[in-house]
Structure formats: C-alpha cells, structure tokens
C-alpha cells in the first residue's frame, strides 16, 4: 500500500512539474498595465499576467519614482498547449492602438508606447508576421507599435503592488479609470467586433 501512495505522489510531482516546465513567457507592452492585466488574464491558456516595467537602461524602475525610458508592460505566462504564441499577438492587437505614437488612448508619453518584446528569432518572425497583417489591413495608416528585443522585466513590487491585478483589487476605480480614458470606446473604432473587452 506504501508503494502505491508513493508512485502516486511520485506520478502527481512529475505531472506538476511537467506542466510548469511546458509554460513559457512573453513581454507585452500596451500602455496601462492595470488594462493589460486584465485583458490578457481573461485569455484561456494564459496563467499569470504580472505588471512592471522594460525596455529602459534604469535599474529597478519604481511607478512612483524613475522609470525612464522604461515601458509600461506585463509578463505573460501561458501553456502553449492551449493558447499559442501567435493567438497571445492577435490578442493584443485588438486590445491596442497601434497608430497612437506619443502614448495609448488618455495616457501620453514614453512609458505608454505600445511594443512586443521578443526573446528569440522565432518570436521575432511571428511578430513581424502579425504587423504585416495588420500594416495590411490599415493602408492608409501609419502602424508604429514596434518589434523590439526582450530585456529585464522588472516586476512592480513592495509598496506598489496594490497596482498588480489592480482591476480585482478596485474593480469601480478601474472601470471608471478605464471608461473615462476611453479605451473600450477606441479600440471599437479601430477593430470593430474584433474588440475583446
């Protein structure tokens, strides 16, 4: 009986591990981080969506304190088995705007530009794929969201996490943060019933 209860135990451990070690991670940046949260954790496939900063030379960037040159951003952990790094890039498409150069929607400057991080040559083709569908399908406007390497994700934390799962923890601020910013509103004139929200 001992022996059974072991390879059990033994069975359930490999299988746990296995389906953490097949989980892989993406750096996405959309401008609010709260509203990319959000987006991306309503995604089946998708475990973990995690708010900080990348792209910038500033050692632990802080939301309070320097974050410059950083991006607002969110790690995505997700099983590719159920959703695939291809569906993650049309997701976020639809849930950007990918003409808006100084900012997203009400938020404007630097550390709102939207970008898709990429980790490896891969990644990279994917990424180049879905922005040509989409430079396509807008000919008469300027796609600038851009492609660029993956650097060090730094999670927001210690004081400032009240803004990881942000939407969860004040859903009436977010909605009314989100509504007035009028986020929903221009991603329906950009996509259409493509919107995810």
Same mark, same amino acid.
């Given at each position: 009986m001992?022996?059974? $209860?072991? @390879? !059990? @135990?033994?069975?359930?451990? !490999?299988?746990? @591990?296995?389906?953490?070690?097949?989980?892989?991670?993406?750096?996405l940046?959309?401008?609010?981080?709260?509203?990319?949260?959000?987006d991306?954790?309503? $995604?089946?496939?998708? /475990?973990?969506?995690?708010?900080?900063?990348t792209?910038? /030379?500033?050692?632990?960037p802080?939301?309070?304190?320097?974050?410059?040159?950083?991006?607002?951003? +969110?790690?995505?952990?997700?099983?590719?088995?159920?959703?695939?790094?291809?569906? $993650?890039?049309?997701?976020?498409?639809?849930?950007?705007?990918?003409?808006?150069?100084?900012?997203?929607?009400?938020?404007?400057?630097?550390?709102?530009?939207?970008?898709?991080?990429?980790?490896?040559?891969?990644?990279?083709?994917?990424?180049?794929? /879905?922005r040509?569908? +989409? +430079?396509?399908?807008?000919?008469?406007?300027?796609?600038? /969201?851009? !492609? @660029?390497?993956?650097?060090?994700?730094?999670?927001?934390?210690?004081?400032?996490?009240y803004?990881?799962?942000?939407?969860?923890?004040?859903?009436?601020?977010?909605?009314?943060?989100?509504?007035?910013?009028?986020?929903?509103?221009? $991603?329906?004139?950009?996509?259409?019933?493509?919107v995810?929200?």
């Amino acid at each position: 009986m001992k022996n059974v $209860l072991a @390879l !059990i @135990l033994l069975a359930a451990s !490999i299988t746990s @591990l296995a389906s953490h070690a097949a989980e892989e991670k993406t750096i996405l940046a959309g401008g609010c981080f709260w509203c990319m949260e959000s987006d991306f954790e309503k $995604l089946e496939g998708v /475990t973990d969506v995690i708010s900080g900063f990348t792209g910038g /030379t500033h050692d632990n960037p802080t939301y309070n304190g320097s974050h410059d040159g950083h991006y607002e951003a +969110v790690e995505i952990t997700y099983d590719p088995d159920k959703v695939s790094y291809r569906e $993650l890039l049309d997701h976020f498409w639809v849930n950007i705007d990918p003409f808006d150069g100084i900012g997203q929607f009400c938020d404007k400057g630097p550390s709102y530009l939207s970008a898709i991080f990429v980790a490896n040559e891969e990644e990279r083709s994917i990424a180049q794929q /879905t922005r040509r569908e +989409v +430079v396509a399908q807008f000919p008469n406007r300027k796609v600038v /969201t851009p !492609i @660029l390497d993956a650097a060090t994700f730094y999670p927001i934390k210690g004081d400032e996490s009240y803004h990881q799962d942000y939407y969860k923890k004040s859903p009436l601020r977010y909605q009314a943060y989100r509504w007035g910013c009028g986020r929903d509103k221009r $991603l329906e004139e950009i996509w259409g019933d493509r919107v995810t929200h």
